[in-house]
C-alpha cells in the first residue's frame, strides 16, 4: 500500500504544482506581456479616476446619456460576476413582455422620435455584458441627447462617427459604438 500511495502523492503534488501554479502564473505573465491593456481588464479612467472598463457595458439612464443594450444579469444589470443571457426564446413570453416594455420606455423618453427602435436597444446580448451598440442604436438615441444637453444634432452625430469602429476584418458583425467612450466624449464636448 505504501509503495503504491507514495508516487500517487508524489504525482499529486507535481502536477498541482504545474497546473495550480507554473501554468497560471506562465499564462498570465505571458498575457500581461503580449496584452497588457486587455489583460488589466481595458480599464478607462479620466483625471486619474477609473470609470469603467472597455469591455463591459455600464447602466446609464440619464436622458444626456446613451444606453446601451439591456443586460440580463442579475441582482444588478450588467455585473460581471454574473455573465450570462436571459435564455428567453423569440417565442417566450416573458422576452416578448420584455421588449414591449422597453420599446415603451425608450419611446415615453423620446416621444417625438418616429425611427424604428433598433433590436440591440431592446434585447440582450449573450453575456449580458455588451460595451458596443450598433450605430443605428446611437443614431436613434442621437435626437433626445442633443436636447438633453442642449446641442446642436450634428455634434452628436459627429461624436457617433468619430467613435465608430467598422466591422471586425471588414466583414464579421456589424459597426458598432462603444456606449462608455460615447459617453466620455459627450462629457468632455460640452
Same mark, same amino acid.
Given at each position: 500500500?505504501k509503495?503504491t500511495?507514495?508516487p500517487?502523492?508524489?504525482?499529486?503534488?507535481v502536477l498541482t504544482?504545474?497546473?495550480? /501554479?507554473i501554468?497560471p502564473? &506562465?499564462?498570465t505573465?505571458?498575457g500581461?506581456? #503580449?496584452f497588457?491593456?486587455?489583460?488589466e481588464?481595458s =480599464? @478607462?479612467?479620466?483625471?486619474?479616476q477609473?470609470v469603467g472598463?472597455?469591455?463591459i457595458?455600464q447602466?446609464f439612464?440619464?436622458p444626456q446619456?446613451?444606453?446601451?443594450?439591456?443586460?440580463a444579469?442579475?441582482p444588478?444589470?450588467n455585473?460581471?460576476?454574473?455573465?450570462s443571457?436571459?435564455n428567453?426564446?423569440?417565442?417566450?413570453l416573458?422576452?416578448i413582455?420584455? /421588449?414591449?416594455?422597453r420599446? &415603451?420606455a425608450?419611446k415615453?423618453?423620446?416621444p #417625438?422620435?418616429?425611427?424604428p427602435?433598433p433590436v440591440? =436597444? @431592446?434585447?440582450?446580448?449573450?453575456?449580458?455584458?455588451?460595451?458596443?451598440i450598433?450605430?443605428a442604436?446611437?443614431k436613434?438615441?442621437a435626437?433626445?441627447?442633443?436636447?438633453a444637453r442642449?446641442?446642436?444634432l450634428?455634434?452628436?452625430?459627429s461624436?457617433?462617427?468619430r467613435?465608430?469602429?467598422a466591422q471586425?476584418f471588414?466583414f464579421f458583425?456589424?459597426?458598432?459604438v462603444n456606449v462608455?467612450?460615447l459617453?466620455?466624449?459627450l462629457?468632455?464636448?460640452?
Amino acid at each position: 500500500m505504501k509503495s503504491t500511495l507514495r508516487p500517487a502523492l508524489v504525482l499529486f503534488a507535481v502536477l498541482t504544482l504545474i497546473c495550480g /501554479v507554473i501554468y497560471p502564473y &506562465a499564462i498570465t505573465g505571458i498575457g500581461k506581456l #503580449a496584452f497588457s491593456e486587455q489583460a488589466e481588464g481595458s =480599464l @478607462v479612467s479620466r483625471n486619474g479616476q477609473i470609470v469603467g472598463s472597455s469591455l463591459i457595458g455600464q447602466a446609464f439612464s440619464s436622458p444626456q446619456y446613451f444606453w446601451g443594450r439591456p443586460s440580463a444579469t442579475s441582482p444588478m444589470p450588467n455585473n460581471a460576476a454574473a455573465s450570462s443571457g436571459s435564455n428567453q426564446g423569440p417565442l417566450n413570453l416573458a422576452l416578448i413582455d420584455s /421588449v414591449k416594455g422597453r420599446i &415603451a420606455a425608450l419611446k415615453a423618453a423620446d416621444p #417625438a422620435n418616429t425611427l424604428p427602435v433598433p433590436v440591440d =436597444l @431592446v434585447t440582450a446580448s449573450a453575456s449580458g455584458l455588451d460595451p458596443e451598440i450598433s450605430l443605428a442604436a446611437a443614431k436613434y438615441q442621437a435626437a433626445r441627447i442633443a436636447l438633453a444637453r442642449k446641442m446642436q444634432l450634428e455634434e452628436v452625430q459627429s461624436i457617433i462617427d468619430r467613435h465608430s469602429k467598422a466591422q471586425y476584418f471588414g466583414f464579421f458583425g456589424e459597426p458598432r459604438v462603444n456606449v462608455l467612450a460615447l459617453n466620455l466624449a459627450l462629457d468632455q464636448h460640452h
